[in-house]
């Protein structure tokens, strides 16, 4: 078995058209899907999905697993998620060879990884 790496990260929301909107504010760009059981964006290559969370939450979601998202600049896009009412995880923190990582939640509580990493290669 050989892995190809990581191609879709799902966001699972209460809300598709009030979750449309605000990643569609964050990233600049509409969906390229747009259906009322999934949104897709494509974001420099790589899946953001939302679907629509099959009945509220009873408990919080679980932070154990984040999914990065590389930034140029981790501490603007931090502020900018903020901004558009994200709620802080992580602070922006430098772990070390030049890489700085944040997290922060979305307002349905999904959380959003941000990565620099100057050693990262697609190749």
Known sequence: ?????????????SDMEKAKKWYSDFLG???YFDEPFYVGFNVAGYELGLQPEEEAQST????SVITYWGAENVS???QALISLGA???EEPTD??????IASLKD?????????????????
């Open 1 to 13: 078995m050989k892995l190809l790496g990581l191609r879709t990260t799902i966001y699972k929301v």
């Open 29 to 31: 760009f509409e969906p």
């Open 60 to 63: 919080e979601k679980s932070d």
């Open 76 to 78: 603007e896009s931090y």
């Open 87 to 89: 709620n802080r995880h």
């Open 95 to 100: 772990v070390g060879g030049g890489i700085i």
């Open 107 to 123: 307002p349905w509580a999904n959380i959003i990884g941000l990565i620099f990493n100057p050693h990262f290669s697609l190749s």
